[in-house]
């Protein structure tokens, strides 16, 4: 800052800042979308991003401060007010939300598409420009984004409640909280969500010191190619969300695939971990934990479309938005206790936390088969 490098420390804080926005204002622009319109809530996340971009440019740390708790609170937009919209406009139609599943694997084949051009956009902007390229760049994105969605969608807004007095109102955090505890099944959607998306994150922050660490082991002191990397492991998530796809094609309930989904990317996150930890001790190292890095990337490409399907089918649409950001609290909470005791776990024992959120996100979704299965 003003011609000084920033610290880890400063680093640090601007990184946590961004996940305790997201915490604290998820459950209230939650509301706010659900109440006064989904297509809102995805143009305020479009504006929100947009200025927090543009607050890379600065050398003010109160400015970059204030930019990474708008990209927080645009966060809890994006992962909650596009999806809500998109489940509100289908179940309106006849039939409509018999297609969501289909609607879901292909948005998010269609996101590793994306992820992959955008990773090379990125590196050419950041050549051209700078550090601060790539978010430039972002902001004319997220304008045409914005445009399209200003033109082509109509508004929804959520489904009002009914009193014990007949009197109807607009849904409230305080009736989301009552509407999760008195339904086990979007408990346990929501507990799914949490672990999964917080051992994902811990995943995004560990996968560069443990790659390098590998590669390190195996070629000495060549560098890490971070970019190719990343391309494969949007290429691994494009294969997931394909075989999303083809499974309900097949009718296979969602519920029995996203179990055996989580399993798999529970074992392989604990093979990561376990080989982070054996490092040298295990022949080919760099080949095992990239193949285990590959297998959660598919793992990840298949959980998205799993869990929107699950939402669509198990969260209101009275209280959607609220709901979803209210599991995003417990997901921050863990993702800022891991990244803020990082030196006494080191990048196995993070893997390690991974695995054991995914493991019980598994059980939670066995558990949630096995209520269906009575049900039914």
Same mark, same amino acid.
Request: aromatic share 10%; with cysteine; charged share 15%.
């Given at each position: 800052?003003?011609?000084?490098?920033?610290?880890?420390?400063?680093?640090?804080?601007?990184?946590?800042?961004?996940?305790?926005?997201?915490?604290?204002?998820?459950?209230?622009?939650?509301?706010?979308?659900?109440?006064?319109?989904?297509?809102?809530?995805?143009?305020?996340?479009?504006?929100?991003?947009?200025?927090?971009?543009?607050?890379?440019?600065?050398?003010?740390?109160?400015?970059?401060?204030?930019?990474?708790?708008?990209?927080?609170?645009?966060?809890?937009?994006?992962?909650?007010?596009?999806?809500?919209?998109?489940?509100? /406009?289908?179940?309106?139609?006849?039939?409509?939300?018999?297609?969501?599943?289909?609607?879901?694997?292909?948005?998010?084949?269609?996101?590793?598409?994306?992820?992959?051009?955008?990773?090379?956009?990125?590196?050419?902007?950041?050549?051209?420009?700078?550090?601060?390229?790539?978010?430039?760049?972002?902001?004319?994105?997220?304008?045409?984004?914005?445009?399209?969605?200003?033109?082509?969608?109509?508004?929804?807004?959520? /489904?009002?409640?009914?009193?014990?007095?007949?009197?109807?109102?607009?849904?409230?955090?305080?009736?989301?909280?009552?509407?999760?505890?008195?339904?086990?099944?979007?408990?346990?959607?929501?507990?799914?969500?949490?672990?999964?998306?917080?051992?994902?994150?811990?995943?995004?922050?560990?996968?560069?010191?443990?790659?390098?660490?590998?590669?390190?082991?195996?070629?000495?002191?060549?560098? +890490?190619?971070?970019?190719?990397?990343?391309?494969?492991?949007?290429?691994?998530?494009?294969?997931?969300?394909?075989?999303?796809?083809?499974?309900?094609?097949?009718?296979?309930?969602? /519920?029995?695939?996203?179990?055996?989904?989580?399993?798999?990317?529970?074992?392989?996150?604990?093979?990561?971990?376990?080989?982070?930890?054996?490092?040298?001790?295990?022949?080919?190292?760099?080949?095992?934990?990239?193949?285990?890095?590959?297998?959660?990337?598919?793992?990840?490409?298949?959980?998205?479309?799993?869990?929107? +399907?699950?939402?669509?089918?198990?969260?209101?649409?009275?209280?959607?938005?609220?709901?979803?950001?209210?599991?995003?609290?417990?997901?921050?909470?863990?993702?800022?206790?891991?990244?803020?005791?990082?030196?006494?776990?080191?990048?196995?024992?993070?893997?390690?936390?991974?695995?054991?959120?995914?493991?019980?996100?598994?059980?939670?979704?066995?558990?949630?088969?096995?209520?269906?299965?009575? /049900?039914?």
């Amino acid at each position: 800052f003003n011609g000084v490098p920033a610290s880890l420390a400063i680093v640090s804080r601007l990184f946590l800042t961004g996940f305790a926005s997201t915490a604290l204002f998820g459950p209230w622009v939650g509301r706010m979308s659900d109440s006064r319109g989904r297509k809102r809530g995805t143009l305020a996340f479009a504006l929100l991003y947009s200025l927090g971009a543009a607050t890379t440019k600065s050398s003010l740390l109160g400015v970059l401060l204030m930019g990474r708790v708008l990209s927080g609170i645009g966060t809890s937009l994006l992962f909650s007010a596009p999806e809500a919209w998109l489940v509100g /406009e289908a179940t309106s139609k006849e039939d409509g939300g018999k297609y969501l599943g289909e609607t879901f694997g292909l948005a998010y084949a269609g996101d590793s598409i994306v992820a992959i051009l955008a990773g090379q956009f990125a590196g050419a902007a950041a050549g051209a420009r700078g550090p601060t390229g790539p978010f430039e760049l972002s902001i004319g994105f997220l304008a045409a984004g914005a445009i399209l969605a200003s033109i082509l969608w109509k508004e929804n807004k959520a /489904e009002k409640t009914e009193s014990s007095t007949g009197e109807t109102s607009e849904p409230t955090i305080r009736d989301a909280f009552n509407v999760v505890k008195a339904d086990p099944k979007i408990m346990l959607v929501g507990a799914v969500q949490s672990l999964f998306e917080a051992a994902m994150y811990i995943f995004v922050l560990q996968w560069p010191p443990a790659i390098t660490g590998a590669v390190s082991a195996a070629f000495g002191g060549s560098s +890490t190619p971070y970019g190719t990397v990343f391309s494969c492991f949007m290429a691994s998530c494009l294969l997931g969300s394909t075989i999303f796809g083809q499974l309900v094609k097949k009718n296979v309930p969602t /519920e029995t695939f996203t179990s055996v989904m989580l399993a798999v990317a529970t074992i392989s996150m604990g093979m990561a971990a376990w080989i982070s930890a054996s490092g040298a001790a295990i022949g080919m190292p760099l080949a095992a934990l990239v193949a285990a890095f590959f297998a959660f990337e598919g793992c990840v490409g298949m959980y998205f479309p799993s869990i929107g +399907t699950l939402r669509s089918k198990y969260v209101p649409d009275s209280h959607r938005s609220v709901i979803m950001n209210l599991f995003g609290i417990p997901l921050n909470a863990l993702v800022v206790s891991v990244f803020l005791s990082i030196k006494r776990l080191g990048v196995s024992g993070a893997l390690s936390v991974s695995t054991g959120a995914l493991a019980l996100a598994t059980a939670s979704m066995i558990k949630l088969k096995s209520i269906t299965k009575d /049900e039914n």
